[in-house]
């Protein structure tokens, strides 16, 4: 089933906040959340935070993180959650056998293990051919599974289009394919002129960053404890991560702002 793209008019926002990849870390998204508390403090009118997908996997604590997400978001602000490929292969994992080894080759063990599954019920659960996709729904809440397939795979909000891959900046979001929204690692120059400034995290780089066309946040959570987010603002673009006290700016001559400020104006 395609997932749903969603496309918002521009509209009057205090602060848009998106969040790269979590990947089981929950202490460092309750971290950069309550960064973002504090940093919208001054900030006026609607605050949003959007999930750029992989919250399960890698990390130790799948489970809360998606518990985290299922519930309501910091008061006073919204929060839309996206789908990530990982968030996808434990679904595929869920609903076909066949696709589990690709997903415990990928983290699933450690997502099974911050449900309480222990290295017994493991081992024994290999033994057959559905034995670990019967281990996943007996432990899996279904709130957790309903949740994983209702994601939605894209926002794109005037000028700035949200999305787990790293993809090609260009016009035609919500034509893409599920699969490239989901596994793209575009590098390179644009063949597409125009479009949206794409704000992602799925490729990981070495600090969080603003090239012109797009934002790259996946700063691998569960190996180097640093978390990334950007702030949308009247203010420009001001990078937030867990591995730094103060807000750097992105954006520092103001190239973006022309693309950027209809996603804050009415």
């Known amino acids: 089933m395609r997932r749903q793209r969603l496309s918002y ?66 008061s006073g602000f919204e929060r839309i959650c996206l789908a990530g490929n990982h968030d996808q292969m434990m679904l595929d994992a869920i609903d076909d056998p066949g696709a589990i080894p690709i997903w415990l080759a990928n983290g699933g063990l450690e997502t099974l293990r911050s449900y309480g599954v222990d290295d017994a019920e493991l081992s024994q659960a290999m033994r057959g051919a559905t034995g670990l996709r019967d281990l996943a729904l007996r432990h899996v809440p279904g709130a957790h599974v309903g949740f994983l397939r209702a994601l939605p795979i894209a926002l794109v909000i005037g000028e700035v289009a949200f999305v787990h891959a790293a993809i090609e900046p260009g016009p035609g979001i ?75 700016d992105l954006d520092p001559e103001g190239i973006a702002w022309d693309r950027l400020a209809t996603a804050l104006s009415n």
Do not use: K
Request: hydrophobic residues 40%; charged residues 20%.
């Open 9 to 74: 008019p521009p509209q009057s926002f205090g602060a848009i906040y998106a969040i790269g990849d979590v990947h089981g870390c929950l202490e460092l998204l309750q971290e950069i959340e309550s960064r973002i508390v504090q940093d919208a403090r001054p900030i006026e009118g609607t605050r949003l935070i959007v999930m750029l997908g992989d919250y399960v996997d890698r990390g130790p604590q799948s489970a809360g993180v998606l518990d985290h997400l299922v519930s309501p978001p910091p």
């Open 174 to 248: 919500a034509d893409r394919s599920d699969e490239e929204l989901l596994w793209a690692r575009w590098e390179g120059v644009p063949e597409r002129p125009g479009g949206p400034v794409i704000v992602h995290g799925h490729s990981i780089v070495r600090s969080a960053g603003f090239d012109g066309s797009r934002v790259a946040l996946d700063t691998g959570a569960f190996a180097t404890g640093e978390l990334s987010a950007v702030r949308i603002s009247a203010e420009g673009l001001g990078l937030l991560s867990t591995a730094q006290n103060s807000v750097a």
